[in-house]
C-alpha cells in the first residue's frame, strides 16, 4: 500500500513540462529540417533547455575545419576593391568612394 502512495506522489499534476518539451521540438524540428533523427532532436532540445558551459567550449577548432573547407569568414568581405558600383548617366550617387 504505501508503495502505491508513493507512485501516486511522485506523478506530476500538470502536463507543462511536457508540452513546453513538445513545443521546442517542433520549434527544432522545422519544415527545413525534417530529416533531423531522433538523436540529433534529442540532443538539440537538451543543448536548448540544459544550455552550453562557456567554460568547456573552445571554438577554434570548430573556426579551423569551417575555414579548411572553403568556407568564409565573419570579417572576409570578399574582394570589394576589384568590384565597381556602376551607376547610370540618369542616376546620381549618393555615396562617396572613399
Known amino acids: 500500500m504505501w508503495k502505491l502512495l508513493s507512485a501516486v506522489d511522485t506523478l506530476p ?3 507543462a513540462l511536457c508540452e513546453c ?3 521546442l521540438m517542433n520549434i527544432i ?3 527545413l529540417r525534417t530529416k533531423l533523427t531522433t538523436a540529433h532532436i534529442s540532443s538539440l532540445m537538451f543543448l536548448a533547455i540544459e544550455g552550453l558551459r ?3 567550449f ?3 577548432l570548430y573556426v579551423k575545419a569551417w575555414l579548411a573547407r572553403g568556407r568564409h569568414a565573419a570579417t572576409d568581405l ?7 558600383s556602376k551607376v547610370e548617366p540618369r542616376q546620381i550617387a549618393i555615396w ?3
Not at 78 to 84: C, R
Open 58 to 60: 573552445e571554438p577554434t
Open 21 to 23: 518539451a513538445f513545443s
Open 96 to 98: 562617396k568612394k572613399n
Open 54 to 56: 562557456q567554460n568547456n
Open 13 to 15: 499534476i500538470s502536463t
Open 78 to 84: 570578399g574582394n570589394t576593391k576589384d568590384k565597381e
Open 29 to 31: 524540428r522545422s519544415l
